[in-house]
């Protein structure tokens, strides 16, 4: 994440309050500026989605993630996943 602004890295939680959860101890813990429209972080689950294609690091449940990873629409955004870290 430090090399360029571009990559992504998809955190999976296995429930709604664990994403939730990650996603505000990452918000909390680091930071990072971006110039235009990107984010550090994005959230995607089954109630609730927020910057979840303009982000860095996307925490998301593992049916979000893969309704992302099958739409072909978002080839281009898929490309760009460097790593994957599925929680429990």
């Known amino acids: 994440l430090r090399a360029n602004d571009t ?3 998809v955190y999976v939680a296995p429930t709604s309050a664990l994403v939730d ?3 505000h101890e990452i918000q909390a813990r680091y930071t990072k500026r971006y110039t ?3 984010h550090m972080t994005g959230i995607f ?3 609730y989605r927020e ?3 303009k982000c860095q ?3 998301a449940e593992p049916e979000c ?3 992302m990873l099958l739409d072909p629409t978002l080839a281009d ?3 760009k996943i460097r790593h994957i870290i599925f929680d429990e």
């Open 45 to 47: 689950n089954t109630s």
């Open 7 to 9: 990559d992504v890295v």
């Open 51 to 53: 910057d979840h294609l």
């Open 21 to 23: 959860q990650v996603y």
């Open 65 to 67: 993630l893969e309704i």
């Open 36 to 38: 235009g429209d990107m």
């Open 57 to 59: 690091i996307l925490v």
């Open 77 to 79: 955004w898929v490309k």
